[in-house]
């Protein structure tokens, strides 16, 4: 019958091509409501906070839960509609200054930024501040000095805001990895100081609880400007939404034991939804038979897409973990059994008797390790010769280092026909 890549009745390679492209996308943030599932309160609070003056949002959770597209979303409603919010991202060796100068060159046109003449025009950061008098035509380079000052900070911001027309919002990303603690103290003066400026420039911060904490921490007044709103992960009803799109959309069906299958993988962190998603649907379309459903065999394909197209760093700190001289699938049990319950903190006999004996008795040809050294495993898994994957306290807890692995380890753990996470499969809908 059909044609291997026609499978789907009345959708073409290029009607699928569109339809994956705007609905999946593994790699990059999301800018629209309305494809950003299960945060309407979060919306909420970030839009409700900046509507206060002088307010501003640190937005804070796991890696991958999610951050950046809140903030860009949030940013994008709110900046007027014919302006794109300003975002900047904080890089490991970016100091205060530079991240403020990058919001200054935001508001500058590419050809300002690098069109002869050779000589660059710096502007002066009293011009900058004080309006009016600043006018560089197209055709010369502009140089925006690095802010020496926390007032000369402020005056680019001023720049910014005489360069930008109504509201605006100014997306301050990743702030955990500017990892010199002088330099987010000087983040914690300026935060104080953004009620001194114009209202109509808002401020959202990204980062990790523990950023928010040494922010705030010395700074009770910058913590009565900074509203923390937390994202946790997100739950299978919402995940399942990002498949359940695309099927309709493709006018195929996909069962709810599949779109269970895919949130139980992805513990919440929806990069992994798009990438089963992804590589699922092509499979789909490439079937050798046309058809209207989608089938064990392309949720399998799935599941090798996504470990083959999962961020390469993810795939790295598996492979540090487990690829040693000896004991490699140990190290791979270990941290399926680990991943199996999707709770932080896990204790050693509970992991051995609830997760890894499991596990074990499906695995044949493998003997089952004492828990004596399981747990001799998990404390290798801490080290640096193992990337530190597992971080452990007191007696015999342990804990991924960041919970975005664990779906993962559990792709890892479905490749090799082990399902994980079963037991819990339907927490939180
Ligand atoms: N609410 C959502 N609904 C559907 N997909 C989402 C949602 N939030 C994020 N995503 C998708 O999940 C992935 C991760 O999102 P995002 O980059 O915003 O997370 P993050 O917390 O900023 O990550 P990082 O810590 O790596 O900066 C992206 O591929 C994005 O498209
Ligand atoms: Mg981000």
New binding site residues.
């Given amino acids: 019958m059909g044609c291997r890549g026609m499978a789907i009745a009345g959708i073409d390679q290029d009607t699928i091509s569109k339809i994956i492209r705007d609905n999946l996308?593994?790699?990059?943030?999301?800018t629209t409501p309305e494809?950003?599932?299960?945060?309407e309160r979060a919306l909420k609070d970030v839009t409700r906070a900046l509507n206060s003056n002088g307010r501003s949002v640190f937005i804070h959770?796991?890696?991958?839960?999610?951050?950046?597209?809140?903030a860009l979303t949030a940013a994008t409603l709110i900046t007027d509609s014919s302006m794109t919010p300003i975002r900047v991202m904080c890089g490991k060796e970016d100091t205060f200054a530079k991240v403020i100068r990058s919001i200054g060159n935001a508001c500058l046109t590419v050809a300002q930024r690098i069109e002869s003449p050779a000589k660059a025009f710096q502007v002066g950061l009293s011009i900058l501040g004080s309006g009016g008098s600043f006018n560089p035509g197209e055709r010369s380079r502009v140089e925006i000095p690095l802010p020496d000052s926390l007032n000369d900070a402020l005056d680019i911001i001023r720049f910014a805001l005489e360069k930008r027309q109504g509201q605006f919002v100014v997306v301050i990303?990743?702030m955990e990895r500017i990892a010199s603690e002088g330099e987010r103290e000087k983040f914690a003066e300026f935060i104080k100081n953004i009620p001194a400026l114009e209202p109509r420039v808002k401020f959202i911060f990204?980062g990790i609880a523990a950023t928010l904490t040494e922010l705030v921490g010395e700074h009770p007044s910058a913590g009565r400007i900074l509203e923390p709103v937390k994202?946790e992960r997100?739950r299978h009803n919402?995940l399942w939404q990002?498949i359940e799109v695309v099927a309709k959309n493709l006018n195929i069906e996909i069962e709810s034991e599949a779109l269970i299958q895919i949130s139980r993988i992805s513990d919440g962190f929806?990069?992994y939804v798009?990438l089963i998603g992804d590589s699922m649907f092509w499979s789909v379309f490439d079937d050798s038979e046309i058809v209207s459903a989608v089938k064990v065999r392309h949720f399998r394909e799935g599941i090798t897409g996504a470990l083959q197209r999962s961020d390469a760093t993810l795939r790295a700190q598996y492979e540090k973990a487990t690829m040693k001289t000896k004991n490699t699938q140990d190290y791979e049990e270990a941290l399926w059994a680990l991943a199996d319950t999707s709770s932080d903190w896990r204790q050693l006999t509970e992991i051995y008797d609830s997760s890894y004996k499991k596990i074990m008795l499906q695995r044949s040809g493998r003997t089952m390790l004492a828990k004596e050294t399981l747990n001799t495993r998990f404390h290798s898994l801490r080290k640096d010769g193992h990337g530190r994957v597992v971080v452990n306290k007191g007696a015999g807890w342990f804990a991924f280092r960041e919970n975005i692995i664990r779906g993962y380890v559990r792709l890892k753990a479905q490749e090799q026909g082990i399902q994980l996470g079963r037991d819990n499969a339907m927490r939180n809908v």
């Fill in positions: 996308t593994p790699s990059s943030e999301i494809r950003l599932f299960g945060r959770g796991d890696r991958g839960v999610g951050k950046s597209s809140v990303d990743e990204c994202l997100l919402e990002i929806p990069t798009h």
